[in-house]
Structures are given as structure tokens and as C-alpha cells.
């Protein structure tokens, strides 16, 4: 076991902080996770970069195909990073000017952004950043960005009890062991796109059951050559649930899972188990609704006629005879 801790790949990370105010507490975010990394967290070494000194996007700053030295600098950071940590508050619904801008400069052609895993942590007001965060994963679709999808964590700083001290340091116990289980969930996602295989007899939980991992962490295989398995099956046997990818053991576990729920609900409550649900009987159930309505409706009509043409007849009998008239004797 020392002898794998010991050979556990380290994964670079890229911090980005989409505040420039000295106090934010987003960079406190990233602050603690700097910590955790050097005191807890074995395998993962972060890179805080600086977004300030990049200038506003402008395609005339690029001559001859090159770029101003600060944001090659900073596309070269990102380059070497295996994922990206973002760090950010919510500006009117949405992204922050200053990271979003950062960004660009990283999307521009190549795009040092392609193919990395990526977690995003928030600091805002009542939803803790939670509509800022969708616009970045919805950029992270086009970027090539994989996010991580659980945990997930937004923080209301303004709500009691304190968050941050002064400073602008994290100082909530309970925001701190989520911070923990965001970097570990990055790290175990960093390392499956990247091939490495889970040591499923060290993992109590698989993070991605559950969102977390559990409190002993997680027991990794070192990535060693010829056990590399490709990051993305593009067969179509995967796509029926048949695939060798050694990390997909859950995705395909959940299907014949699921499945046999599904089989066994059918037979104890509809006995649909050899019938198929299909478009056409929906549309043929729908077609007898209708019908039927119509029919009901053609009866109301035509009983209605006929108490109307009964009463109509009654006070006739009773203008032109002189016989009794029931129906308004007893109306």
C-alpha cells in the first residue's frame, strides 16, 4: 500500500479566480485549496494564475500569429495543467468580466483548454453563484471542458454563521469538507480521462455513485505504460452496454440494474414484460379518448332533443285538448 501511495500519478491543477478584489473571498476558496493540497491531499499540485495583468481581448494585439509575451505566459500555464479549479462570484446573472476574458485568450486557436477536467467553485450572495456557474459550464461545452458534476458548490457568504474571517480566509468547517471532497472528485475525474485505473479493492465508495468519496479517500493505480485505456469509447458496443473499458464498471452495472427493476415492476404490476410501449399505441389510445368524448357528447345533444320535443308536445296536447296534461300537472 506505501509502495502505491507512493507511485500515485500528481496531477497539475490551474487555479483561476474570476475576482480582482484583494479581499475576495473566491481567491480565499483557492487559498484553502492550496492548503488542503500541501497538508491532506496527496497528488495534486495547484497553480494559481494571476488573471489581472492580461489585457481586454483584442485580435490586433496577435502579429504573426503570436501573442502578447504576459498572455502566451498564461496560455503556457494553462497548457501544462492536467485540469482547471475555477473560483468565481456571480456578476449580473452570469460570468465575470475579468475570467471571462481570461478564458478567450486561453480559447484562441489552439486552445490550451481542450480535454481537461475542470471543477468550478462559487462565492455570491442568496444562490451562492449557482446561475453564474451554468454559463461557464455551458462555455466549457464548446471549450472541450469536462466538468465534474458532483459535488457541486455554491456558497451564500453573507448568511450566519460567519464564512470567512476578515481576511477573506475560510473559516466554516462545513465548507471546508466540501472544498475537500470538490479536489478529490477533480482528481479521481483528472485521472480517468486520463486513463488510470481505480483500485476497486482500496474504494469503499466510487465517487461517482455517490457524488463523495469516502473518509479512508481513495486508492488509485498508478498510470504505467500499456494499461492505458482510451478516455472516451467510441464504439457502438459501448452504446449497448457491452464495453471493456475498466473504468465504466459502474455505468454498465447501473443499466442491468435498472433494467431488472424495470422488468420485475412490469410483472408484478402491468405485465407488460413482453408488450412494448410504442408511439403508435399512444397515438391509437389517443384517437379512442377522442372518439369517445365525441360520442358522449353526440348523446347529451340528442337526449336533450328529446325532453325538448316531449315538453313541446305536452303543452300542445294541453292548448288544442282537453285531456289532462301530466307534465305540467307534475313540473
Known amino acids: 500500500m506505501e509502495a502505491m501511495a507512493a507511485a500515485k500519478p500528481v496531477i497539475k491543477v490551474a487555479a483561476l479566480c474570476g475576482s480582482l478584489r484583494e479581499g475576495s ?54 497548457l501544462v495543467a492536467d485540469s482547471i479549479l475555477f473560483a468565481s462570484p456571480e456578476y449580473n446573472y452570469s460570468v465575470t468580466g475579468p475570467l471571462k476574458n481570461a478564458i478567450d485568450w486561453a480559447s484562441r ?8 477536467a475542470a471543477a468550478i467553485v462559487s462565492v455570491a450572495g442568496s444562490l451562492g453563484g449557482a446561475r ?25 457568504a453573507y448568511e450566519s454563521p460567519a464564512k470567512f474571517d476578515s481576511d ?28 488510470c485505473n481505480f483500485n476497486l479493492s482500496t474504494t469503499s465508495e466510487f465517487p461517482r455513485r455517490i457524488g463523495r468519496l469516502s473518509e479512508e479517500g481513495h486508492g488509485l493505480t498508478p498510470c504505467t505504460e ?47 414484460k413482453n408488450k412494448r410501449y410504442t408511439p403508435n399505441a399512444r397515438e391509437r389510445m389517443y384517437k379512442f379518448g377522442l372518439v369517445a368524448s365525441w360520442v358522449f357528447f353526440l348523446i347529451v345533444i340528442m337526449l ?17 285538448s282537453r285531456s289532462l296534461d301530466l307534465w305540467v300537472a307534475y313540473s
Open 226 to 272: 500499456g494499461s492505458l485505456a482510451p478516455p472516451f469509447p467510441a464504439s457502438t458496443r459501448y452504446k449497448l452496454g457491452r464495453t471493456s473499458e475498466t473504468y465504466d464498471w459502474y455505468d454498465l452495472e447501473t443499466c442491468n440494474s435498472e433494467r431488472s427493476v424495470l422488468s420485475q415492476f412490469q410483472d408484478e404490476h402491468f405485465r407488460l
Open 109 to 116: 486557436s489552439p486552445n490550451v483548454f481542450a480535454n481537461k
Open 168 to 195: 477573506g480566509n475560510l473559516i466554516d468547517p462545513a465548507s471546508k469538507n466540501r472544498m475537500r471532497k470538490v479536489l478529490l472528485a477533480l482528481q479521481a475525474f483528472t485521472l480517468q480521462l486520463q486513463g
Open 132 to 156: 453564474a456557474q451554468y454559463h461557464y459550464r455551458q462555455i466549457g461545452v464548446y471549450l472541450d471542458l469536462h466538468f465534474i458534476n458532483k459535488p457541486e458548490f455554491f456558497l451564500n
Open 304 to 320: 336533450n332533443y328529446r325532453v325538448n320535443s316531449i315538453e313541446d308536445a305536452c303543452c300542445k296536447r294541453n292548448v288544442f
Open 25 to 78: 473571498y473566491n481567491r480565499g476558496l483557492l487559498r484553502y485549496a492550496m492548503e488542503l493540497t500541501k497538508e491532506e491531499i496527496d497528488g495534486i499540485q495547484i497553480d494559481y494564475i494571476d488573471i489581472s495583468p492580461l489585457p481586454m481581448l483584442n485580435t490586433d494585439l496577435e502579429v504573426d500569429g503570436k501573442y502578447p509575451p504576459v498572455v502566451e505566459a498564461f496560455r503556457q500555464r494553462i
